[in-house]
Structure formats: C-alpha cells, structure tokens
C-alpha cells in the first residue's frame, strides 16, 4: 500500500467521523492515531465544518418528512374517533406504515423482521391475524393506533 493511497484512506475516514458522527478533530486524531494538527489542516482544506452543517441539515429534513409520510399513513389506516367507515388504507400502505415505523425506530425493527420471518412460515395466518400483529407492531414502536400519534 502506497503512503498516498493510505493518506487517502484517512482523510475519507476523519472526513466521515468529522461530518457524519459529528467527532471532535482531537478525538479524530485519538481514534485515526494521527496528530490533530493534521486532522485540523485536512477539515480546513475540504471544508468539513460546511459539509457537516449541509448533513445535519439533511438529517433533519429526512426526519421530519418519514415523521409526516408516518402521520399520514396513519390517518388513513385509522378513522378518527367516531368515524364508523373502514380505513382508507391498503394492505400494501399499512405495509408501508410498518415499515416507516421500523426505520423511525430499531426496536421496531426487530419486530418486523421477526413478523415477516413469521409470515413467511405460516401463510395460512388470516387477515385479521396478521393486522393484530400490526397493531401490537405499531403500540410497540410507541405508536398509539387509536390516536395516530406517537
């Protein structure tokens, strides 16, 4: 391994630590094991601290709108309160519901892996079944069904 390529290896490496995980340039250089002089002259000649801004900012527009497409799904999967009519909603946006839920939230996650692994064994399962299991899915996740909030 040339020194340029190896070079090359760390300042992605810091650059990744510096924006992504947000890491100090001390502890940058504590982790990577190069001086922080380095790191500091790196984060200056590709514009890190823009880039991180440019991240978060991202992040938490990305945030927000899986928290609005949830809220929407969940308007359509559950009437409001006294509505007598069905949900307006498909099996396949409910999967989606699901599905949002779980990247919003890891122990939702392991929940949905452990339904689909379920659904995959058993096909038999009816449909109301398998929405009881959604249910408990989404009040697991610390979603209340009957509200449409978290």
């Not at 408990?136 to 979603?143: D, K, S, T």
Request: net charge neutral.
């Amino acid at each position: 391994m040339t020194v340029a390529y190896r070079d090359s290896q760390l300042v992605e490496e810091a650059g990744r630590l510096y924006i992504q995980e947000g890491l100090s340039n001390s502890r940058i250089a504590q982790v990577l094991s190069v001086s922080g002089r380095a790191v500091r002259k790196w984060c200056l000649q590709n514009d890190w601290a823009a880039k991180r801004k440019r991240y978060l900012r991202q992040e938490t527009e990305l945030s927000e709108l899986l928290r609005r497409m949830k809220l929407r799904l969940a308007r359509l999967a559950f009437p409001e309160e006294g509505d007598l009519g069905e949900p307006e909603i498909s099996p396949q946006h409910l999967n989606a519901l699901c599905r949002v839920v779980a990247v919003l939230s890891p122990p939702a996650q392991v929940q949905l892996r452990r339904l689909d692994k379920e659904e995959a064994e058993a096909k038999n399962e009816s449909a109301e079944e398998r929405m009881a299991k959604v249910m408990e899915l989404l009040r697991g996740a610390g979603f209340n069904p009957e509200t449409g909030q978290e």
